[in-house]
């Protein structure tokens, strides 16, 4: 069982957050150990399985991030370990703003500068991603997906360089 099967959801990128939190209390609700305490052992046992898979349930589904990578492992788009190609284009875009992000090494101003390039970067790829998650949550085409992987990819690699 998915996620999403979990919470007898639709396998969507765009969820309703609203409909999320009032199934993961429910659900916490239902399996809370404080109804446990004088079931057997073994009933105790499920219900903390039963709040530790809602729990990280909807800590994925609630993240945009990891919700996004955990619909593109269910269809099997990417997994754990294996390395995304990114486009030639977006890693010489890339290797320039490297290269001026260490010029900019001890300089306040030009560091700024460059992580509001890359936050601007960001932003351009949530404006590109937006209707191809749209399209897919509409149609459930899993051919859109193979885009999705790239834009995730993308963002992946921006939000290493803003960490770093």
């Known amino acids: 069982m998915n996620y999403f099967e979990f919470y007898d959801l639709p ?3 765009n ?7 009032k199934r993961f209390l429910l659900k916490s609700k239902a399996t809370h150990p404080d109804y446990f305490t004088l079931a057997s052992e073994a009933e105790q046992e499920e219900a903390m399985q039963e709040a530790v898979l809602n729990n990280q349930a909807y ?4 993240d945009k991030n990891l919700r996004t990578q955990y ?3 269910i269809f099997n788009v990417i997994s754990d370990g294996k390395k995304q190609q990114l486009p030639p284009m977006f890693l010489m ?10 010029e900019a090494n001890g300089d306040e101003e030009l560091t700024q ?7 601007q970067l960001k932003s351009d790829l949530d404006a590109e991603e ?3 998650l749209t399209a897919f949550d509409e149609s459930g085409n899993i051919e859109l997906l193979s885009s999705v992987r790239t834009v995730f990819f993308k963002r992946k690699y921006l939000n290493r360089m803003l960490n770093s």
């Open 59 to 62: 800590k994925v589904l609630a």
């Open 15 to 21: 969820i309703d957050a609203g409909q999320l939190k």
């Open 113 to 119: 500068k460059m992580r509001r390039t890359i936050e």
């Open 11 to 13: 396998v969507k990128f």
């Open 71 to 73: 619909i593109l492992q």
């Open 93 to 102: 875009e890339m290797m320039e703003l490297n290269e001026a992000v260490m």
């Open 130 to 132: 937006q209707p191809i």
